[in-house]
């Protein structure tokens, strides 16, 4: 789904989120009128020899009964069928009422229009499991991790895909128990694979998840594309997308309304995430829109510490948003954020437009080392326009260890009614710019003709072709 071309981010905000829309009606409009015939087509990484329903295994689509059961009963039959041509599960119409269960390689999960996957709220359907190497410990708490509603680990090929199909991971409840301080356990994230390769995640709708929506960890060949997330802007830690330690990353054509970063790049937690040292490197984010009032568009950090290098982001889109990237790093992160390229950004009614911090004090423990500082280098900045922003930078490094090699060009910022009186915040920084207005701070003066680097060769997975992947709706197991 193209809902923009490349070059015009200049255009008017609110035109591109009506477009986006217009668009998403026709699309799913033209996926009613497939679907009334027997033959559905999707694009895949790679297609499948096999098909089953889920149907086929006694899933019952009222919305009450428990498929738990039957989703992992399907995927353990259809695991077989890996070494000959792989199987598509198909959830049809319906709604599936589920607890966790996980993945098989070579393996399609297909959820059609009209099927909505309806997440479990008994914390009993979802299995504590281990913190993640990389953190030390969970994320809301000390103890473990509730299981991702949709997981699995060491696979391979794995597709999660629809015709604008619905997840719905019914959050509230664990929304509640998080602001009551009520868990000793992370909540479930709604899609989280792990140490597994070529992932596409792709045209479907996530709403509510009890956490992070999609959270891919070290993994490596990904594609996440033609997603609309949404959740209420007040639920806690609902990021929407969250590559960890990953490599080789493909985002776009997403659609993000959150109570947190909209997309959050990560690598791990202080001691754990430096001792673990797997990076998040080689990601192209494109053609994002964005509603985060609390946070970010894009966030780099701030778990951090195995390293974040070489993410690009183009046509980024935002509204009603607290800024547009930000660096979050902190004493004690270690490791390095280096060479990010962002170029178009077009943003309406923001608190900053470009915010970084080097003092974000989240820790797992009192075991972190307060001198391992973290390395800031390489940052730029290139075609931004922004309109009703209260503060156009806040920008800041860690005493005694600066960061530098920042570089904005070609930036129009334009104030709020009632903007802050200083409008660049700069401390422990350095760079250059060109053509910023309005007028930028000292330690990034304008020498007037400064473009910022953007690579012009592709991220790999950037030239992988999908496949055109099919089902029969009369279709039966074999």
């Known amino acids: 789904m193209v809902l923009y071309q490349p070059s015009t981010f200049t255009t008017n905000l609110v035109s591109s989120l009506l477009l986006l829309g217009l668009m998403q009606l026709c699309v799913i409009e033209c996926r009613r009128h497939v679907l009334s015939g027997s033959e559905v087509t999707y694009p895949a990484i790679n297609c499948r020899k096999?098909?089953?329903?889920?149907?086929?295994?006694?899933?019952?689509?009222?919305?009450?009964?428990?498929?738990?059961?039957?989703?992992?009963?399907?995927?353990?039959?259809?695991?077989?069928?890996?070494?000959?041509?792989?199987?598509?599960?198909?959830?049809?119409?319906?709604?599936?009422?589920?607890?966790?269960?996980?993945?098989?390689?070579?393996?399609?999960?297909?959820?059609?229009f009209g099927a909505v996957i309806l997440a479990s709220q008994d914390e009993g359907d979802y299995p504590l499991v281990e913190p993640l190497p990389s953190y030390g410990q969970g994320r809301d708490g000390p103890g473990g991790r509730f299981s991702s509603l949709i997981g699995g680990s060491h696979l391979t090929d794995v597709v999660i895909t629809g015709d604008n199909g619905t997840i719905d991971g019914q959050g509230s409840i664990w929304w509640t128990k998080f602001h009551e301080k009520k868990l000793k356990n992370t909540r479930p994230y709604l899609i989280e694979l792990t140490y597994s390769t070529q992932i596409q995640i792709s045209n479907l709708t996530l709403i509510d998840s009890p956490s992070w929506f999609v959270h891919p960890v070290y993994s490596s060949d990904i594609i996440i594309q033609g997603l609309t997330i949404t959740a209420p802007i007040d639920s806690?830690?609902?990021?929407?997308?969250?590559?960890?330690?990953?490599?080789?990353?493909?985002?776009?054509?997403?659609?993000?309304?959150?109570?947190?970063?909209c997309i959050a790049v990560k690598s791990g937690w202080d001691e754990y995430g430096i001792k673990f040292g797997m990076p998040t490197e080689q990601m192209i984010i494109r053609r994002l829109t964005c509603i985060s009032p609390d946070s970010a568009v894009i966030a780099l950090g701030s778990e951090m510490s195995g390293g974040i290098k070489d993410i690009r982001a183009e046509d980024i889109s935002a509204i009603n948003s607290e800024s547009g990237i930000r660096i979050k790093t902190a004493p004690g992160r270690g490791a390095y954020i280096t060479d990010i390229f962002v170029d178009g950004m077009n943003l309406q009614t923001m608190k900053y437009v470009f915010w970084t911090t080097g003092a974000y004090g989240q820790h797992p423990d009192p075991g972190y080392d307060p001198e391992a500082l973290p390395k800031v280098d390489r940052i730029n900045y290139r075609n931004v326009v922004a309109k009703n922003v209260t503060m156009a930078g806040n920008m800041g490094g860690i005493e005694g260890d600066p960061f530098t090699g920042f570089c904005l060009s070609n930036v129009t910022i334009g104030l709020s009614e009632k903007p802050k009186k200083l409008q660049w915040n700069c401390t422990d920084i350095s760079g250059v710019s060109s053509n910023v207005t309005p007028q930028i701070c000292e330690f990034l003066p304008d020498n007037g003709s400064t473009k910022c680097d953007y690579p012009s060769e592709p991220v790999p997975i950037d030239t992988v072709q999908l496949q055109t992947c099919s089902f029969s709706t009369k279709s039966q197991i074999m």
Do not use: E, M, R
């Not at 059961?69 to 599960?89: E, M, P, R, T, W």
């Not at 609902?238 to 993000?256: A, E, H, M």
């Open 236 to 261: 806690p830690n609902t990021d929407g997308i969250d590559p960890d330690s990953c490599k080789n990353v493909k985002i776009q054509d997403v659609y993000v309304v959150s109570g947190d970063d």
């Open 50 to 112: 096999h098909t089953a329903f889920l149907t086929d295994f006694g899933g019952k689509g009222d919305g009450v009964t428990s498929n738990t059961a039957v989703f992992q009963n399907a995927v353990k039959n259809l695991s077989q069928y890996g070494d000959d041509g792989g199987a598509q599960l198909i959830v049809p119409p319906g709604k599936w009422l589920t607890g966790s269960f996980n993945l098989t390689s070579h393996f399609t999960l297909f959820i059609q």
